[in-house]
């Protein structure tokens, strides 16, 4: 190594400049990472691929401002030099810093970063008087001339700069090296790429704008943030507070919160900050401080009425600065024909309005702002100075049609960045090949290494009707010695997606397969998803087997083991005929396939085993459930409806009203295992084990709930997990149901969500799982569906190998690495049940869009009030599973009044609000008092919206139960109605894209194909999820 | 601008180095002919000097001399020239006199020092430029020293610091490296057995972090004292040449 010395200038404490020396050393084994190097560079990690035609080398301004380019994984063989990285780092910031490094890291792309400065050859000390901009460009040359050279010039080099000198000065010097602009570039190199084009002009344009703008800098909108230094030391002494804001959504220009310790800030004084920023805000004082907004309000952005501010005042303040930006991609719509007339003074800027309501309006500058006014469109914020009332962003990419269904759903993929590209080829290849003509074999020397349970064990699984992706199965069987043996087999996805492999790194990207109302983008490619990983019956597969010996009489698990096994599954159960076995009914024999053409003995006696086995495991599970019972688990109660369809978006599968008991025991033997992996692997990985918590939650967030209960008479026990549990189950009304299952579900919005975290950064007493009762709790059943249940996998794995073979802990993350990946996971889990809401809603709307109450009778339905607000009501429509608002003052100022037959009318008059009720008194003396849990009829209408997200809402227009003749019929189906209603709202979209454009329509249909749902999942999937999806579903709008 | 981060993602230290790399280490034995012994050292840009004296008789107050051992007297101090902007530090600074203790400790630890009862040995260090590690380089000067002087040792003295970048253990920490907030281990270990003389830890850090950065402050421990031998061993060549003539 040779050793050389930088002297750098730098800034001292006191503002004195001070000389500072530092070591710099340079050395000959710099890794050049490339796929064609000729010399023994190390070859590890990631290479650049040699089937490009040219290696291109962006120098510092480009890296800098066209990164978001760079990114474009149709470009190639991008060699990030490390003084340009070090260039962004300081110029840009962290998060364009973070960009580029996950782009570096992201096996996907083809680009590597090369350490120049550190590499003997490669290294040019700064000369006196050189500008940095000079030195590092004059570093880049000549680090990608080195390149050109050690790659024997087997590979000619691009470097792109913006810098004119630059390119006078070198383009010529060297044979093989060229240097061009970047614009020339994408011109000669990428003429087809036309993203790239139109992305490069918008983001040379916005940074146009920002320099005139910056000279004209005119009178300030906003006061300027506080340094960083001053913020930081602000918030250490407890002068400044930080949290992450978040906007009210029904509020947006009114009302931000920023959630701490348990009480939120209000404030109006944003200065800049956009919703999921992480601020510093600075207290008011306390005569300034303002309530919370109890009224309804219309989102409309041009109502900007002073709302009645009601309720005690909260902590007010004001944002001094932004710790850590959040921008992200946002979906917006151009103004229509007419509001961007009276926009027009700047034909070049358009103000254009986000989808998502929390994020303030962007400023763009484009020419194609008339083409674009249909569109859903893609947008990037670039920054917001403090002179300008609006951010500046750049447009990025179109997404479809406003209105349009397919459009619509990019838009809630991209508002929740949800990325899901069809499976890329390089990833396909990674599979194992099956098909019906060559079906996947166990491999010989795989079947040594694992236990074979194919003999032994009667394995059968239970699943919904025709699901595919059969990922559990179950076991029982008598030992020897009297006592039972439990076993539950999970598919081993593991075997076939590899440790960082392309499609482990895809997979782990996606997280968890996304389920929108009307299709699912699947975690891993269906090879393995619905063949080769499920354990369908009557068929070889290797599997991940836990096993308990259990005690005959008192169940107590004596031992447990987990081994690597293969499987043949006996039989595919679906859950009706499970529960058919279990309760005697003859008539379920018929369902089974497998027991067909047996002769008659065998039948019986296969069958005799068979009843056994299911009656054996529902004793088990029974008794299992009893415990934690006793420790306080709850029984949660989730609104949301689901619907099934099968490719032909037909009704494919509904969910019974009444569980089965089938499906209890299948949860609670998941529920088990999940456990006991859980132990397992906190127990040997005490630092980096991934296991799934779910804290306690605050007593004061059960305030309302304990308020409605005691409305209805009922009085909730929040004190522990238990006494809520019992004190639920007491509180039922025999007129009602409805009732317990609305306290329920608000007993789930008080609680906390449920998280992936490591064992590392969390001290042991905050493992528990408050929901399960379970002191450790892990996902482990489903690895077809969720990354976490991956990792778990393989933690299981090194658990068991450590223990036969000592010290293997490859692939193992460490606690840093899993503590990331925790929050990647968390995150898309959020992410994907905000989009299947958002889906659901979205097709909510499209159903009742063309249908008016006058024609239709679907429109009128029944509801339950279950929240009261100064000017109206929240209703829960349980036909629907609608929950909405209902107005009881319309805008003209009338409120709502009932006839002697109890029809509703507008009247002027006034409304008083009280604890549990509201009552609307007329000018004419007449009054309507509306209390909570009372059943009205509601018409459902939908609030249309060009920029956003349509909304349902509702009109009271009987202040009595609904009673259509059908009601009967119709309550009992309702689910039927729910998967008509997406049924009829995907079929009409298609007919109008087909009548649209008849040529796309084909390849659109053929898209369908692949991403609709093709496949029902287990039914004990769907319970499991729904009780966990009511654990973290607290969304802020149900208390507003 | 984003804070420099410890350890890049392609696995260099700011400076270049991998986490296990020590700096370049220069030293000299002999600089002073007066002194009984004296080394210089350069670990990369700290640069130490050692001078000492002894065993002689006790000087001073007689009444502290040890019946039984020898008396290791030490001082350290940094030059008020060593840092980049220049402070004035009076002998008596505590941070120096805390230094000198550890030193103490350190070379009761290495000298055989019940060969020479009711005498003293003076051990001087002076930081002449500090780059992070100052007492590991002063510990390491002051071992050459004494074999400079000929005092018997157990064993060489090999003293390097360690630190954390997220979860890898960087060897012989520079000052950015030291200012960047996470612990600093300072090791000084007679690498033959394997002992350690002095252990010290300036923040607070995970019992399961400890071996990792103790094993990293060892190797470089290691690797010092194969340095050290080569120069001790070129200087016992050149003084041998000088006997011959």
């Not at chain 1, 009967?968 to 009548?995: D, G, I, P, W, Y």
């Not at chain 2, 392609?10 to 220069?26: L, Q, S």
């Not at chain 2, 600089?31 to 004296?38: C, I, M, P």
């Not at chain 2, 850090?205 to 990293?216: S, Y």
Request: hydrophobic share 35%.
């Amino acid at each position: 190594m040779l050793r050389t010395e930088k002297v750098l200038q730098l800034r001292g404490q006191h503002g004195r400049s001070v000389r500072v020396v530092r070591e710099h050393y340079l050395r000959p084994d710099v890794p050049c990472r490339s796929g064609l190097c000729p010399a023994a560079c190390p070859r590890d990690g990631k290479l650049l691929s040699d089937d490009v035609t040219h290696y291109v080398v962006p120098d510092c301004k480009v890296v800098q401002d066209y990164l978001e380019i760079l990114e474009f994984p149709e470009l190639k063989g991008i060699i990030f030099m490390q003084t340009a990285c070090q260039a962004v780092q300081h110029q840009k910031g962290r998060r364009q810093y973070n960009k580029l490094r996950n782009l570096v890291k992201d096996a996907r792309h083809d680009c590597i970063v090369f350490a120049n400065e550190f590499h003997q050859h490669s290294y040019l000390p700064r000369e006196k008087g050189e500008s940095m901009e000079k030195w590092q460009t004059r570093s880049i040359y000549n680090a990608a001339v080195w390149y050109y050279n050690h790659c024997l010039g087997q590979m000619p080099v691009v470097m792109v700069t913006e810098d004119e000198d630059a390119i006078g000065q070198y383009g010529n010097e060297t044979e093989g090296v060229f240097v061009i602009s970047f614009k020339n570039y994408l011109d000669n190199f990428w003429p087809d790429l036309k993203a790239a084009h139109e992305l490069f002009d918008s983001i040379l344009q916005a940074r146009r704008e920002r320099e005139s703008e910056s000279q004209e800098n005119s009178g300030k909108e906003y006061p300027e943030h506080l340094p960083g230094e001053i913020v930081e030391a602000g918030i250490k002494s407890g002068r400044y507070i930080q949290g992450t804001l978040n906007v009210n959504k029904h509020r947006a220009q009114l009302e931000a919160f920023v959630r701490l310790q348990g009480f939120g800030s209000k404030e109006t004084a944003r200065n800049r900050a956009i919703h999921g920023d992480v601020v510093a805000v600075e207290l008011l004082p306390v005569q300034e401080w303002k309530g919370r907004t109890v009224a309804l309000c219309e989102n409309e952005t041009e109502d900007k009425a002073p709302a009645d501010t009601t309720g005690d005042p909260m902590p007010t303040g004001k944002v001094v600065g932004i710790i850590q930006k959040n921008w992200r991609d946002y979906v917006v719509t151009f103004p229509s024909k007419e509001e961007s007339q009276s926009q027009g003074r700047n034909a070049q800027k358009v103000l254009v309005t986000p989808w998502d309501y929390r994020i303030p309006k962007i400023r763009i500058s484009t020419q194609q702002a008339e083409a674009l006014q249909d569109y859903r469109v893609v947008v990037r914020i670039d920054s917001w100075e403090s002179t300008s009332v609006y951010p500046n962003g750049h447009f990025v990419r179109v997404l479809g049609k406003i209105g349009d269904l397919e459009g619509e759903i990019a838009a809630i993929l991209v508002e929740n960045s949800i990325c899901v590209a069809p499976f890329s080829e390089i990833q396909m290849s990674e599979m194992p090949v099956s098909s019906s003509k060559n079906p996947w074999k166990v491999n010989p020397e795989e079947e040594k290494k694992r236990l074979d349970l194919r003999d032994t064990h009667l394995i059968f699984s239970i699943d919904p009707k025709g699901c595919e992706d059969v990922d559990d199965a179950l076991s029982v069987r008598s030992l020897p010695s009297g006592n039972l043996e439990l076993g539950v087999h999970i598919a081993d996805v593991t075997q076939f997606v590899a440790a960082n492999s392309y499609t482990d790194v895809e997979a782990r990207a996606r997280a968890t397969t996304y389920y929108l109302a009307d299709r699912r983008y699947d975690m891993l490619p269906s090879v393995l998803s619905a063949d080769i990983c499920s354990l369908l019956s009557g068929l070889d597969r290797y599997a991940v087997s836990v096993s308990w010996e259990l005690e005959k009489e008192s169940y107590e698990v004596l031992r447990v083991c987990y081994n690597k096994t293969i499987i043949r599954s006996a039989y595919k159960l679906a859950y009706e005929t499970a529960q058919g076995l279990l309760d005697g009914d003859t008539g379920a024999v018929d369902d089974i396939p497998e027991l067909k053409n047996l002769d008659e003995r065998t039948r019986e006696k296969k069958l005799a085993e068979l009843v056994w086995a299911i009656s054996k495991l529902t004793e088990i599970a029974r008794h299992i459930r009893a415990k934690r019972d006793s420790c306080g688990a709850l029984e949660l109660e989730g609104v949301e409806i689901r619907v099934q369809l099968d490719d032909q978006h037909n009704i494919h599968d509904l969910i019974p009203k009444q569980p089965l008991e089938v499906h209890e025991t299948v949860a609670e033997c998941m529920i088990l295992a999940n456990h006991w992996v859980a132990k397992k692997i906190s127990e040997n990985f005490p630092h980096q084990a991934l296991l799934r918590q779910h804290p306690p939650p605050r007593q004061e967030f059960f305030t309302e709930l304990r308020e409605c209960a005691s409305a209805k008479g009922f009085s909730i026990d929040t004190r522990s997990n238990k006494a809520l549990a019992e004190s639920l189950d007491k509180a039922y009304d025999p007129q009602d149901p409805i009732v317990n299952k609305l306290l329920r579900s608000m007993a789930t919005h008080a609680m906390s969500n449920a998280l992936y975290f490591s064992t590392g950064s969390c001290p042991e007493e905050e493992f528990h799982h408050y929901g399960l009762a379970l002191e450790k709790y892990t996902h482990f059943t489903s690895p077809i569906r969720r990354y976490a249940d991956i990792v778990v996998h393989r933690l299981l794995m090194a658990a068991t190998l450590e223990e036969t073979k000592g010290d293997i802990k490859e692939n193992i993350f460490s606690n840093k690495d899993l503590e990331e990946l925790c929050r990647h996971i968390n995150n898309r889990n959020r992410a994907a049940q905000c989009a299947e809401k958002q889906s659901t809603e979205l097709f909510q709307c499209m159903y009742f869009k063309d249908k008016t109450s006058e024609t239709d009778e679907r429109c009128i339905a029944d509801g339950v009030i279950y929240s009261i607000r100064t000017n109206g009501v929240l209703v829960f429509v349980p036909r629907y599973g609608i929950k909405a608002a209902a107005y009881m003052k319309n805008k003209e100022g009338l409120v709502i009044s009932c006839q002697g037959d109890r029809n509703c009318e507008w009247k002027p008059g006034s409304l008083h609000r009280f604890q549990d009720k509201i009552t609307s008194t007329t000018t004419t003396g007449e009054s309507v008092t509306l209390s909570l849990f009372d059943h009205i009829t509601v018409k459902i209408l939908v609030q249309t919206s060009r920029c956003h997200a349509d909304t349902i809402k509702l009109e009271i227009i009987r202040n009595a139960p609904y009673q259509a003749p059908a009601a009967e019929v119709s309550q009992k189906n309702f689910h039927v109605v729910k998967s008509e209603l997406v049924k009829a709202v995907s079929q009409s979209a298609e007919a109008a894209q087909r009548a649209q454009e008849n040529a796309r329509a084909e390849v659109m249909a053929e898209d369908y194909q692949k991403y609709c749902q093709s496949k029902g999942r287990s039914l004990y999937q769907l319970l499991e999820e729904i009780r966990e999806l009511a654990l973290l579903d607290v969304s802020a709008d149900v208390r507003t | 601008m984003a804070a420099p981060e410890l350890l890049s993602d392609e696995g260099y230290r700011a400076d270049g180095r991998r986490p296990a790399e020590i700096r370049k280490v220069r030293a000299r034995m002999g600089v002073f002919e007066q002194a009984d012994g004296s080394a210089y050292i350069e670990q990369g840009n700290t640069k130490a000097l050692a001078v000492v004296y002894g065993p002689h008789e006790m000087r001073g107050s007689r009444g502290k001399a040890l019946p039984e051992r020898a008396l290791v007297n030490c001082q350290f101090s940094m030059a008020t020239f060593s840092t980049g902007e220049r402070r004035r530090r009076p002998h008596g600074d505590r941070q120096a006199g805390e230094l000198a203790l550890l030193l103490r400790d350190t070379f009761e630890a290495a000298i055989l020092t019940h060969l020479f009862p009711r005498s003293q040995i003076d051990i001087y260090v002076q930081i002449l430029q500090a780059d992070g590690g100052t007492f590991c380089a002063g510990v390491n000067a002051a071992t050459l020293a004494l074999m400079d002087a000929g005092i018997p040792m157990r064993d060489y003295v090999c003293a390097s610091t360690a630190g954390l970048a997220e979860d890898a253990a960087l060897a012989d920490l520079s000052v950015p490296e030291e200012a960047a907030g996470g612990p600093v281990l300072a090791l000084a270990l007679l690498p033959a057995g394997g002992q350690l003389a002095q252990l010290q830890l300036s923040a607070r850090l995970h019992q399961e972090r400890l071996p990792r950065v103790l094993g990293a402050a060892g190797a470089a421990c290691r690797a010092l004292h194969a340095v050290l031998d080569r120069v001790v061993r070129q200087r016992l060549r050149e003084v041998a040449a000088l006997l011959g003539d």
